[in-house]
């Protein structure tokens, strides 16, 4: 199989995501998003990696897990606590940092 | 004890370690300590002027030392007639400033022991601005020297404080960006020629295209041209003087403005040899319109202090002139006048803060037939205003004269348009003269008291050296003129011979 | 030339009595006036010692110097602080110290009343200094220094009473007029120094000969305008008559006797360099010829005593001026009269004074009238001066006038016709205002208000008065006997042939006098001849009505200098706050505009930026893409 069908499923990934977080208003929606885009990446690391023949891509991609792992751990925490100071999980609604 | 520049730098910052070890309750111990520092510090200097070999051309009390290897950066201070002049100046004025400014803080937002703390670190800077030998050591004073001003003004002025702080910050600022810039280019041009150094001596051999040393002249002049002030760079100032207290004001028109006109002899005329001679007919222009701008707006103001920091505009345009004149007389002139300035200045805005304090307006409307209220104050007001003029007999008169013949002999039609600024000089100083000091004592002015002794001693020194120097320049002169012929000799200027005794 | 290391007493004992009681203050109210008459006396000791020294000398070895200390020395730029007195300068020294210490005893008894006395005296004791330190300067910068030094003492004693805002006015009018005459004495050094690389009396002596005329010229006619400015002459003249706001000693000393004449002064002491400067020595005669006529006119119509007498004293140093101008032949005609008027006018003033004093400080000769009889000392002194300065044979005026009018018929020609029929006419002229003076003020009906009480003034006023009539009386005939005082001064001129005589001395003798019969004819006939008005008439032609104002020269200096100035003082002003400082802060409210601008993308809205990244990624893979391409 070729394996640039994987970039194009990575491609398609990434502006889904993309998309996501521009259009979404919900915080946790917003948040899957991004960690759909980090996949989507992920996806063409690993493909870069059976292309190049080497490891370096696949490397990177733990990387990114890790990356992403605490980037879930410390967003979440975030939003869980919007969610208690203001009821909401609407990302429109704290746009405080405008004042 | 060995006399050197570091103790000199080192003592104020001493006396401001002490005083921030003091208690903010005791006022009065604060500023026992500022004007024992400040005492120190002249007895100092005038030890060092004593010791000072005035017809050796060479820098002295030269110290070097490695600060940051690693860019060729010294801690290099030096020496020659024209700094020592005015670190003799800003030594003799601090403790001026501080006894006749006692009860200046007070309306501070800050505590008086943080006033002196602000005096005595300017006061060690403005020392280190005038010794540096070093570019980037020069550059660093130039700058940090604005933050003590900066607060000074805008902690313990009074009226619009906080704009005219602000204002004269970003201005002087702006300049001191330029010249960064021009430092820089200087640091990497003399990488390419043998070797990264800052030291004056080693760039002032620099080679460079005509090109280049326009624009880095310029990055130079025109942030000494932004601390003189010189017209159009001037609209700072008054604010400035305006809002400051009278003691500062007098740091900042007598010694801090000072560092522009000096910077022009020591970096712009040094460093920049041809490109200096471009640009001198230019700024020859702006002086002279300096001196007559100057003049006409000092007339046209209705607030003492802007009338005095218009005056001081005008004479920095005698200054500058004198500088670029390219003449003994004009040189050594410019540099005796940035002295007598200070004292000049020092009286008017000294005396002019206490009028205004006591009358709790600094309108000259508000004043009236002071004179037979209170007379000393009056008289030292008077004396003050007759220096400003430049009365024959008192010392700026013979750093105008000098200004003016060094001027007339290259420049001519310069010469004889400042002249016209000795008419206006009579004007803007005879007319708050007549306003506040003659006439029916108005209403207000009845109950005013005259000078306190604290008041009185401080101002007799500065009429002192006003009259001794009307009479007896020697003493500078002898100091200022190998250096000053030094510098137009390295330009390779000489004085013009007399135009009808050549040929005939 | 001698050394003498006595000179510097003449200028340090009076500077000492200034100095003394401007410093002690209040505490020296109660002896400031005698020490200050006695320092002044003391001077005048030293003037006659020096006196007698220099007679004691032969012809060539008169002057002497003494060098005091370097002044100031940059380059070739060097003036010691020197003295010199020669036969010039000592006239003007006894001048000064002897009328000064007249005037100070004068002053005792005349200021006894005034608060602030020891101020005035120690402001004399400046002025006699300053005085002394102008005539005894060994170079033109030195002179300087005396210059504005007078101009500072004139200024404090016309300002004495500055309480009052008119004085105060007058005191700055005069300051700033006679900084513009100064002006031209800095241009003088500027270019002497520029052209000859000297500015010392001896220095330019030496090197006129081998300078070109154009450079002589040019120092020529800045010295005049420095002489215009200090010594009233036109077009600087308009400061004089305000000037009388001062007390009338002062009048008496510094606007008729010393000061004023010290224009005079520097043009015969620059005599080497109007000689060589036939242009600058035109219109030197111009200028003197203009002001003796402009002084006169004006004379005619003032009703205030002292004005008439400043006019006529601005019309007095005119001739000195013209004579002055006429080079060698005239010099020491000039300073003859310069002598004899010190003496007369300086004696009238102190009698205008001695009047006012006694009539309740009444300005107003029409509000006088018959007071010979109570001042009979007043009226005989006063008349002795008014004769001297009419020229009546053989008082004083006679010589010196007489001689200049005839030095300026001999210049020859339509010029010496010009300028000694105006001389002439001047005469008549000054017959007429002068007798004008003497009508209104000591004859008629008396017109007083009801406060006046007339009396005699006490011994310490009329003394000085009659020593200076006596002055007014021998000074002439003493000076011109035998030509003593030509003969005197000739070594410091230049030699000159002597000159055709166009018209015979007896001639013009003849016409002064008869214009000066005329003059008195026409005044008697106008004022004594019926009621004079206590109130100025106002039905009277428009030509006295310009002359009451003093022939415009207020309006014009207002309408031409003070307006412009004013103006462009307004708009300099004006544009330094909209456009400089405008521009300044423009910058300041640009930055802050755009930045208020900019900060309007930042919406607060996390999407919002998360598009903005989006885009900002799109455009660099873009940019990076294009540009691999």
């Avoid at chain 2, 060092?48 to 940051?68: G, K, P």
């Avoid at chain 2, 390419?192 to 280049?212: P, R, V």
Wanted: charged share 10%; glycine share 10%; with cysteine.
């Amino acid at each position: 199989m070729n394996a640039a069908n994987y970039l194009y499923v990575s491609a398609l990934l990434f502006t889904i995501g993309a998309v996501g977080v521009v259009v979404r208003r919900n915080a946790i929606v917003v948040f899957m998003c991004v960690e759909l885009m980090l996949n989507a990446a992920n996806l063409a690391f690993v493909t870069f990696s059976r292309i190049n023949g080497n490891l370096d891509g696949q490397v990177v991609a733990f990387f990114t897990m890790v990356v992403a792992a605490c980037e879930v751990v410390v967003g979440l925490a975030i939003i869980v606590t919007i969610y208690r100071s203001r009821r909401s999980a609407s990302v429109d609604d704290a746009s405080l940092l405008k004042r | 004890m060995t006399l050197s520049l570091t103790l000199l730098m080192a003592l104020p910052l001493f006396g401001a370690a002490v005083l921030s070890a003091l208690p903010k309750t005791n006022a009065l111990l604060a500023k026992q300590v500022a004007l024992g520092t400040t005492l120190v510090s002249a007895a100092v200097t005038i030890g060092i002027a004593v010791q000072f070999q005035r017809d050796n051309i060479d820098l002295q009390f030269v110290e070097s030392h490695q600060w940051i290897p690693s860019f060729g950066i010294n801690y290099a201070v030096g020496l020659d007639g024209i700094s020592l002049v005015l670190i003799l100046m800003t030594a003799v004025l601090a403790p001026i400033v501080v006894l006749a400014g006692w009860n200046e803080s007070q309306s501070g937002r800050w505590s008086t022991k943080t006033f002196y703390i602000l005096i005595l670190v300017l006061e060690m800077m403005a020392i280190g601005v005038f010794a540096a030998t070093d570019v980037f050591l020069f550059y660093v004073f130039f700058e940090a020297m604005l933050v003590p001003v900066y607060f000074l003004i805008g902690g313990y002025g009074t009226g619009k404080r906080s704009a005219a702080a602000v204002k004269f910050l970003l201005y002087s600022l702006f300049g001191g960006l330029l010249m960064l810039a021009s430092i820089i280019a200087l640091y990497v041009l003399s990488g390419e020629q043998g070797g990264h150094t800052f030291d004056t001596q080693a760039l002032s051999h620099l080679h460079m295209s005509s090109m280049t040393q326009n624009l880095l002249f310029l990055g130079f002049f025109i942030a000494f041209a932004i601390k003189a002030p010189l017209w159009p760079f001037h609209t700072w100032l008054p604010d400035a003087a305006d809002a400051a207290t009278p003691g500062t004001s007098v740091l900042l028109l007598g010694v801090l403005d000072k560092v522009g006109t000096f910077g022009m002899i020591r970096y712009c005329l040094t460093l920049f040899p041809n490109a200096t001679k471009t640009f001198t007919p230019t700024i020859i222009v702006l002086a002279v319109i300096s001196i007559i701008y100057g003049a006409f707006l000092a007339i046209g103001q209705k607030d003492i202090k802007r009338l005095i920091a218009f005056t001081s505009i005008s004479h920095f345009g005698f200054i500058t002139l004198g500088i670029f004149a390219m003449t003994s007389q004009g040189h050594s002139g410019a540099t005796l006048y940035m002295f007598n300035h200070g004292f000049s200045t020092a009286a008017l805005f000294l005396v002019a803060g206490w009028m205004s304090s006591r009358r709790g307006s600094s309108t000259i409307a508000d004043f009236g037939g002071l004179q037979r209220v209170t007379p000393v104050m009056a008289w030292s007001f008077f004396f003050a205003g007759m220096s400003s003029l430049a009365l024959p007999g008192l010392s700026s008169f013979v750093s105008e004269f000098l200004v003016l013949v060094g001027t007339f002999t290259r420049y001519p039609v310069a010469a004889v348009i400042a002249t016209f600024g000795i008419v206006l000089a009579a004007l803007y100083i005879l007319i708050p003269v007549q306003r506040a000091l003659h006439g029916p004592t108005t209403p207000g002015n009845e109950n005013l008291s005259d000078l306190t002794l604290r008041e009185k001693i401080a101002i007799t020194p500065v009429i002192a050296i006003i009259l001794f120097l009307g009479f007896y320049p020697s003493p500078l002169l002898k100091v200022i003129n190998p250096a000053a012929t030094h510098v137009i000799s390295q330009l390779g200027f000489s004085d013009p011979a007399p135009t009808q005794l050549g040929g005939k | 030339m001698l050394i003498n290391n006595g000179l510097v007493y003449l200028i340090a004992l009076p500077l000492a009595g200034a100095a003394i009681l401007l410093l002690a203050g209040r505490r020296s109210d109660k002896w400031g006036h005698i020490l200050a008459t006695l320092l002044s006396a003391a001077s005048f000791s030293v003037g006659l010692l020096q006196l007698s020294q220099m007679l004691a000398r032969p012809t060539g070895q008169r002057a002497v110097e003494q060098k005091l200390f370097e002044w100031i020395s940059v380059g070739t730029f060097k003036v010691d602080a020197g003295l010199m007195l020669d036969q010039l300068s000592i006239c003007f020294v006894l001048l000064i110290t002897g009328v000064g210490t007249l005037i100070h005893i004068y002053s005792i008894s005349y200021m006894s009343h005034d608060h602030d006395r020891r101020r005035f005296f120690a402001y004399l004791n400046l002025f006699i200094a300053a005085m002394l330190l102008l005539v005894l300067g060994n170079s033109y910068l030195n002179l300087y220094v005396g210059w504005e030094g007078v101009g500072l003492a004139s200024y404090l004693l016309i300002g004495f009473w500055n309480q009052k805002p008119a004085y105060a006015t007058a005191s700055k009018k005069a300051f700033i007029m006679n900084r513009v005459g100064d002006m031209g004495l800095s241009f003088a050094i500027m270019i002497a120094f520029a052209s000859l690389g000297t500015f010392s009396f001896a220095g330019i002596k030496e090197a006129a000969p081998h300078a070109s005329t154009a450079s002589l010229t040019a120092i020529g006619i800045m010295l005049l305008v420095a002489a215009t400015g200090k010594s009233a002459q036109f077009p600087l003249q308009a400061w004089l008559g305000d000037a009388m706001a001062g007390p009338t000693p002062v009048s008496a000393l510094i606007h008729a006797a010393t000061m004023v004449t010290a224009g005079v002064y520097l043009i015969t002491r620059s005599n080497f360099i109007f000689d060589a400067a036939p242009t600058a020595q035109l219109l030197v005669i111009i200028v003197g010829a203009i002001t003796l006529l402009f002084g006169a006119v004006i004379g005619t119509a003032k009703d205030d005593i002292k004005k008439a007498l400043a006019a006529s004293t601005m019309s007095q140093i005119g001739y000195m001026i013209l004579g002055a101008g006429l080079g060698p032949v005239g010099y020491a005609f000039a300073i003859m009269h310069l002598l004899t008027h010190g003496f007369f006018k300086a004696g009238m003033f102190l009698g205008a004074g001695s009047v006012m004093h006694g009539m309740d400080d009444e300005v107003n000769m029409r509000k006088y009238g018959n007071l010979r009889k109570f001042m009979p000392i007043t009226f005989v002194t006063f008349g002795l001066g008014y004769l001297a300065i009419l020229g009546v044979p053989p008082f004083a005026g006679f010589y010196s006038k007489d001689k200049i009018i005839e030095t300026a018929f001999n210049a020859g020609g339509i010029r010496g016709l010009l300028i000694g029929s105006a001389a002439l006419l001047g005469a008549g002229l000054t017959a007429f205002y002068m007798t004008r003076v003497m009508i209104l003020t000591f004859t008629g009906a008396p017109r007083w208000d009801e406060k006046a009480h007339p009396h005699e003034s006490p011994i310490l006023m009329w003394l000085p008065m009659a020593i200076l009539a006596i002055g007014s009386v021998s000074s002439g005939f003493l000076l011109s006997r035998g030509n003593a005082l030509v003969n005197w001064l000739a070594p410091l001129f230049a030699e000159h042939a002597e000159k055709a005589e166009v018209l015979k001395p007896v001639v013009v003798t003849s016409l002064a006098l008869l214009m000066v019969v005329i003059g008195v004819v026409i005044a008697f006939m106008k004022y004594s001849r019926g009621e004079v008005s206590s109130v100025a008439p106002e039905d009277v032609s428009a030509l006295t009505k310009i002359v009451r104002r003093d022939l415009l020269q207020d309006d014009f200096n207002e309408a031409v200098f003070m307006r412009t100035g004013q103006g462009i003082t307004n708009t300099l002003v004006k544009t330094d706050e909209l456009v400089i400082d405008g521009l300044v802060r423009g910058v300041g409210s640009a930055a802050l505009g755009s930045a208020g601008a900019l900060r309007k993308s930042q919406t607060g809205f996390v999407r919002s930026y998360a598009a903005w990244i989006l885009l900002g990624a799109v455009v660099l893979v873009a940019a990076i893409w294009l540009v691999t391409l």
